[in-house]
């Protein structure tokens, strides 16, 4: 009997501690969103007290069945073990944190809270977001942090009338709904999936809803403070997120963020070679930044196509929770603590100071060589650009590059591809003539070709006229091609190459070149 008091007695303490803890240091509050969002799924929850700070209450703990006591203590600890992961991602600096003090920003209501001052949080503004430069991680020092709170984030309010909420898919942990703001801008929603793996083999073995919830929350608060820390134009943005109370649990989280296009391997390799190689061009430099990040070097444990979006062509990590700053420790008695075995291959790396080196950017590689690089890269390249994007594909694939060396070379591919050294030193006239017609297109007389911008007509981006050309002499059916006037993500300008001229439109900005006749041998 005084062994069981006393073991009461120091749960009661523990549990005093941890709520203690949390209430003295910002975690984001939740929210559940199941077939709709905020109200849409639990028809009574509560609203929440715009004034009430939000904490965690991991102290709060439900009742629990007799059969379940035992191991509510290993619950505990692997939601302490959370609570540590995201705590240590909260309090290191990173390099770009200017030293004035910053306050903690309120994403629920957009309000200061004085209490929460002794967080010094991360304040930023996703609406002056440039594609080519990283997001500012704290807001300019002359403006007061109110104003650029107002500005930046989403909250509670901002979810509370979404439409077309559409389910887009579950993983162990999370379910993501497309939602559209506004009327019109659209964005993901990210919460706990209840029916998930993790949610129902965690109630099976623990009986407690609550505390498994808690559990599975930390993957998205983790997941969140990353995009907040980790501030690189190919990771998804964090807009802001949501906490609220329902029926049967506190404090359910949402997190707002930006909707990508879900990677469909299949399609991609259908996708003209410029795109694809944007896609390995983002992805390199999304890895050469987690290599060299401000919280060390991030690997990406469940390193997958689906773990990645596309935003306006440009690939982007949409799930964080199971990366990691954490470098295998080793000893160098035994080789084997730094082995990487991977289904077609092992690496050995050397045992430096009691860790594995380098070994997160090298499995963050090789797992780019696997999933990306081998299927998007060198598959109907330009024929001058293959012999370079053939080292860089075995370089990867052998480890003999790192993410510095691997991004050198993919930069150089993209100056000489952007400016037209590619094309072969051809001196040689070409084949025919072609009559230039300004101002003008050429309706339908499409023919198909692969791989193609537009799938029923032959659509390829080229870098001049002479190129166009040759392209068309390459194509038997060409009898005529439009330089159109939209371009690529390169400055390469679209041709739409035609099997003759019948229907010329007026079209203002475009170029139709018509092919007269073979030239004399």
């Known amino acids: 009997m005084k062994r069981r008091?006393?073991?009461?007695?120091?749960?009661?303490?523990?549990?005093?501690?941890?709520?203690?803890?949390?209430?003295?240091?910002?975690?984001?509050?939740?929210?559940?969103?199941?077939?709709?969002?905020?109200?849409?799924?639990?028809?009574?929850?509560q609203q929440p007290d715009a004034d009430a700070p939000a904490g965690l209450r991991v102290d709060e703990l439900p009742p629990v069945e007799t059969a379940t006591v035992g191991r509510l203590p290993e619950l505990q600890q692997q939601i302490r073990e959370r609570l540590d992961e995201v705590l240590r991602y909260r309090q290191t600096r990173a390099h770009w944190v200017g030293t004035g003090p910053l306050e903690r920003r309120r994403l629920m209501d957009l309000e200061q809270r004085s209490e929460w001052e002794t967080y010094k949080g991360i304040g930023k503004n996703n609406n002056d977001y440039d594609q080519s430069q990283p997001t500012p991680a704290v807001s300019i020092a002359t403006k007061s942090h109110r104003e650029s709170t107002r500005e930046s984030v989403l909250g509670c309010s901002?979810?509370?009338?979404?439409?077309?909420?559409?389910?887009?898919?579950?993983?162990?942990?999370?379910?993501?709904?497309?939602?559209?703001?506004?009327?019109?801008?659209?964005?993901?929603l990210k919460s706990v999936d209840f029916?998930?793996?993790?949610?129902?083999?965690?109630?099976?073995?623990?009986?407690?809803s609550t505390d498994c919830y808690k559990l599975a929350s930390f993957k998205i608060v983790k997941e969140m403070t990353l995009m907040e820390?980790?501030?690189?134009?190919?990771?998804?943005?964090?807009?802001?997120?949501?906490?609220?109370?329902?029926?049967?649990?506190?404090?359910?989280?949402?997190?707002?963020?930006?909707?990508?296009?879900?990677?469909?391997?299949?399609?991609?390799?259908?996708?003209?070679?410029?795109?694809?190689?944007?896609?390995?061009?983002?992805?390199?430099?999304?890895?050469?930044?987690?290599?060299h990040s401000p919280l060390g070097s991030v690997t990406?444990?469940?390193?997958?196509?689906?773990?990645?979006?596309?935003?306006?062509?440009?690939?982007?990590?949409?799930?964080?929770?199971?990366?990691?700053?954490e470098e295998t420790p080793c000893s160098p008695s035994s080789p084997s603590d730094c082995?990487?075995?991977?289904?077609?291959?092992?690496?050995?790396?050397?045992?430096h100071k009691g860790r594995c080196e380098g070994i997160n950017e090298?499995?963050?590689?090789?797992?780019?060589?696997?999933?990306?690089?081998?299927?998007?890269?060198?598959?109907?390249?330009?024929?001058?650009?293959?012999?370079?994007?053939?080292?860089?594909?075995?370089?990867?694939?052998?480890?003999?590059?790192?993410?510095?060396?691997?991004?050198?070379?993919?930069?150089?591919?993209?100056?000489?591809?952007?400016?037209?050294?590619?094309?072969?030193?051809?001196?040689?006239?070409?084949?025919?003539?072609?009559?230039?017609?300004?101002?003008?297109?050429?309706?339908?007389?499409?023919?198909?070709c692969w791989p193609s911008y537009q799938h029923d007509a032959c659509l390829l981006s080229v870098f001049s006229v002479d190129e166009a050309i040759d392209v068309c002499e390459s194509h038997a059916q060409c009898r005529a091609?439009?330089?159109?006037?939209?371009?690529?993500?390169?400055?390469?300008?679209?041709?739409?190459?035609?099997?003759?001229?019948?229907?010329?439109?007026t079209a203002p900005g475009k170029l139709s070149y018509i092919r007269l006749g073979a030239a004399e041998s």
């Open 158 to 188: 901002s979810i509370d009338n979404v439409t077309n909420v559409q389910y887009l898919g579950s993983g162990y942990t999370k379910a993501v709904y497309k939602a559209t703001l506004n009327s019109s801008f659209s964005v993901a």
């Open 362 to 448: 090298k499995r963050n590689l090789y797992n780019a060589y696997r999933f990306f690089f081998t299927y998007l890269l060198p598959h109907s390249a330009p024929s001058t650009l293959r012999p370079l994007l053939d080292k860089i594909v075995n370089s990867t694939g052998e480890l003999i590059w790192g993410t510095d060396d691997t991004l050198v070379h993919l930069e150089k591919v993209l100056d000489i591809y952007r400016n037209g050294h590619y094309l072969k030193n051809n001196t040689q006239t070409h084949k025919a003539e072609y009559k230039h017609v300004s101002e003008a297109s050429i309706a339908a007389e499409n023919y198909r």
């Open 5 to 45: 008091k006393m073991v009461v007695a120091a749960g009661v303490c523990l549990s005093f501690f941890t709520g203690t803890l949390m209430h003295l240091l910002f975690i984001p509050g939740f929210e559940h969103h199941g077939e709709r969002v905020h109200r849409y799924h639990y028809e009574n929850q």
């Open 229 to 291: 820390r980790l501030q690189h134009p190919n990771i998804l943005k964090l807009y802001g997120y949501c906490y609220q109370d329902n029926n049967d649990i506190k404090d359910t989280v949402t997190a707002i963020t930006e909707l990508g296009s879900p990677m469909e391997m299949i399609q991609l390799l259908q996708t003209p070679w410029e795109e694809r190689f944007r896609i390995c061009l983002s992805l390199m430099r999304l890895l050469h930044y987690l290599a």
């Open 339 to 351: 082995l990487m075995d991977f289904p077609a291959r092992s690496f050995t790396l050397p045992c």
């Open 300 to 325: 990406l444990l469940d390193f997958r196509p689906r773990q990645f979006v596309l935003v306006g062509g440009v690939l982007k990590v949409t799930d964080l929770d199971d990366a990691s700053v």
């Open 481 to 505: 091609f439009v330089m159109t006037n939209q371009s690529t993500w390169t400055g390469h300008q679209l041709a739409l190459f035609k099997t003759g001229a019948a229907c010329m439109t």
């Open 195 to 208: 029916g998930g793996h993790d949610m129902e083999n965690c109630v099976k073995k623990y009986g407690s």
